[in-house]
């Protein structure tokens, strides 16, 4: 973070919501994209500021470490939504749907099958994102771009998920403008609304290309 940048969370907070703004006025028509703050290994103390300075959706990658401190949270402050952001193990799937409210990184049959069913077993029907591995990297989650679009339905038709939109994480040594327009290309073809893309370094870009939701972790809590 830089020397100039806002001190406190509450600061950070209008200091990104300000930018978001400011990308979404570029767009004609554009609306301001909603903002998920990345809390991912900062604890209870370090989220509250933040909450109280407004903040309502939040994102968290792993299942275990989110158990651990937004049980309370949620309990303090029933508004907040929270987004699995991270890779969802099948094992920790019945969890999932428990404690969150959004699921962002559906990636195979396998797990839409099983979240299915627990949405089912415990009557909560979330909404849910696809992930999608938009630079065919092996150390990424995500379904390829080419299966996309049949995944997609798969999950709607077979499995009955609530698929809203896409999610996706471009190659870190890339612009990543040419990924966010070919995601939001991939989700006018599988007919869904919602982009959930952009985090610290390049939620403007994302903006620009489209994005409904941006992912902001270290600009908003500082470095991990």
Not at 129 to 135: E, M
Not at 151 to 177: K, N, S, T, W
Request: with cysteine; aromatic share 6%.
């Amino acid at each position: 973070m830089s020397p100039n940048a806002p001190e406190t969370a509450a600061d950070r907070l209008a200091d990104i919501k300000a930018r978001m703004e400011r990308a979404a006025r570029r767009i004609e028509g554009g609306d301001v994209a909603e903002l998920v703050a990345v809390s991912k290994t900062f604890d209870a103390e370090a989220i509250v500021p933040v909450i109280e300075a407004g903040q309502r959706h939040f994102g968290e990658n792993r299942v275990q470490e989110a158990q651990g401190k937004w049980p309370g949270l949620k309990s303090e402050y029933p508004d907040l939504v929270l987004h699995l952001i991270g890779p969802l193990q099948t094992n920790k799937a019945a969890d999932a749907v428990a404690l969150f409210d959004v699921i962002e990184s559906v990636d195979r049959d396998k797990l839409a099958r099983i979240l299915a069913t627990e949405m089912d077993k415990q009557n909560r029907r979330l909404p849910c994102f696809v992930q999608v591995n938009i630079g065919g990297e092996e150390q990424k989650a995500g379904v390829s771009t080419a299966e996309t679009v049949e995944f997609v339905d798969r999950c709607r038709d077979q499995y009955g998920l609530d698929i809203v939109g896409l999610m996706c994480i471009p190659p870190i040594d890339e612009a990543p403008g040419p990924y966010f327009a070919q995601l939001a290309r991939l989700a006018r073809a599988a007919g869904v609304s919602r982009l959930s893309m952009g985090m610290s370094a390049d939620f403007e870009v994302a903006i620009l290309m489209g994005a409904t939701q941006v992912r902001v972790g270290s600009a908003l809590f500082g470095a991990r």
